[in-house]
């Protein structure tokens, strides 16, 4: 359940995201995931509320795992450009509940993609790991389905030690209008503490951006199942700068600068209760945003199978 | 481009504050379960399960407190191609949810 007040226009949405996953035999995988939502949005800011219903499938791919260093995917996937969209957009793992300003860049146009996906791990010791993606997505319209004509690939290096992972990302949009997108994002997850730090750059031919994101659950105060352990404070700083006007990427027109506050609060059984208040500073005006939510994720086997 | 190499300056002052507050956060008390915090010892750590878990899963989110038996198996495997999870991390991550 979603709530939103964005410049005192009031939003709410109450989601359903289910995720499917049948594995079949030792090398296959069938995956699909859905979102569903009813989208409430009030006539002004005291007039009553109208909602609309969006359904829409993110992923729905097969997997093959030929060998241990490579496995390929084909049908609908979420498109691998920097991290966010594949790792951190899902409801029950996303720490704020708005997605980056630049998170458009080289996603476009909806984060899925239609056509085949190579991806591994390259190579993995103690010391460092190096996985990669790459993809090629058909153009598709159909409603459920639709995509742009693209490719790219995905590069990171993970030193396990100090639990840094640097990577790069590219796309290439290959639909009537070709361009480039480069990203880059880096994580830094110390061993000695529960600190969280994840940030991503975007340069796209008509807009760059980035953000930064730092997390510390307070579960050094009596564990992370106390009172106090369950509380973990938030902070992003974003922005966004238009370089030239350029349709259809997703950022806005003007540049933005924002810097988002949120208190996540871990409740038993896997309910989670997310709020964040954010201040926008762009040169169409400022805005303040304030958000919050409430997550309960659970996972049961939709047919008897056998234990692993 | 003035104003990117200031914000990216102050976000770099901001990162190094984190890292010393990091590394004078003393040393929590480590529990054998997949919701533990990372510890020190970490990467060190005996059951090679827990180790790829925080390694690898733990990037990105935290453990589900509770995982029937009957579906582990598929979550793993789920985590294998989303995360680019080794084999060998695979198998270890399967015991350490069914021990």
Same mark, same amino acid.
């Given at each position: 359940?979603l ?9 709410? !949405?109450?989601v ?9 035999g030792?090398?296959?995988?069938a ?17 009553p509320?109208y ?48 997605a *980056? ?11 899925s ?15 460092v790991?190096i996985?990669y993606?790459?993809?090629?997505s058909?153009?598709?319209k159909?409603d ?9 690939d ?5 030193f396990p ?5 640097v ?7 290959l ?7 480069f990203g880059?994002?880096?994580? $830094? ?21 980035y953000?930064?994101e ?5 579960? !050094?105060?009596?564990?992370r ?22 349709s ?25 209760f997310?709020s964040s ?12 945003? $304030? ?9 049961? *086997? ?7 | 481009?003035n ?9 770099? %002052?901001?990162?190094g504050?984190l890292a010393a507050?990091?590394q004078?956060?003393k040393?929590?008390q480590?529990?054998?379960t ?5 510890t020190?010892?970490a990467?060190?750590?005996? @059951? ?28 793993v ?10 084999a060998? @991390?695979?198998?270890?991550? %399967?015991?350490?949810f069914?021990?």
């Amino acid at each position: 359940m979603l709530g939103t007040v964005n410049a005192g226009s009031n939003y709410m !949405q109450p989601v359903l995201d289910p995720l499917v996953a049948a594995p079949l035999g030792d090398h296959l995988l069938a995956e699909a995931r859905f979102d569903f939502r009813e989208f409430y949005s009030q006539n002004g800011n005291t007039g009553p509320y109208y909602s609309t219903f969006f359904k829409s499938t993110q992923l729905l791919q097969l997997d093959y795992i030929a060998n241990p260093k490579l496995t390929l995917v084909v049908g609908r996937f979420l498109t691998p450009f920097n991290t966010y969209n594949e790792r951190l957009s899902a409801l029950w793992i996303q720490n704020f509940q708005d997605a *980056p300003i630049v998170f458009s860049l080289g996603t476009r146009t909806t984060g899925s993609s239609d056509g085949l996906m190579l991806r591994g791990n390259a190579y993995a010791s103690d010391k460092v790991e190096i996985n990669y993606t790459t993809y090629f997505s058909a153009s598709t319209k159909i409603d459920q389905f639709q995509a742009a004509r693209a490719a790219g690939d995905r590069i990171d290096v993970y030193f396990p030690g100090t639990r840094v992972e640097v990577g790069t990302s590219y796309a290439r949009f290959l639909q009537s209008t070709r361009y480039n997108t480069f990203g880059a994002h880096f994580y $830094w997850l110390p061993w000695r503490s529960p600190l969280q730090v994840r940030s991503e750059y975007a340069h796209g031919p008509g807009a760059q951006g980035y953000w930064i994101e730092t997390s510390y659950r307070l579960s !050094q105060f009596k564990g992370r199942d106390s009172l106090v352990g369950r509380i973990e404070p938030l902070f992003r700083m974003q922005q966004s700068f238009r370089n030239r006007p350029f349709s259809g990427d997703g950022v806005p027109g003007v540049d933005v600068k924002q810097a988002d506050f949120g208190l996540d609060y871990h409740l038993p059984h896997e309910v989670r209760f997310n709020s964040s208040y954010s201040r926008k500073f762009a040169g169409s005006g400022n805005a303040n945003i $304030w958000d919050m939510s409430l997550t309960y994720r659970f996972l049961f *086997p939709a047919w008897r199978g056998k234990k692993s | 481009m003035n104003t990117i190499v200031r914000n990216l300056t102050l976000a770099a %002052l901001a990162l190094g504050s984190l890292a010393a507050l990091a590394q004078s956060t003393k040393t929590p008390q480590p529990a054998p379960t997949p919701q533990s915090a990372p510890t020190p010892a970490a990467a060190k750590l005996s @059951d090679p399960g827990e180790r790829a878990f925080q390694v690898n899963c733990s990037r990105c989110h935290n453990a589900p407190e509770q995982l029937n038996p009957r579906i582990t198996g598929t979550v793993v495997r789920h985590m294998r191609v989303r995360a680019n999870l080794s084999a060998a @991390d695979e198998r270890a991550i %399967l015991r350490f949810f069914n021990p």
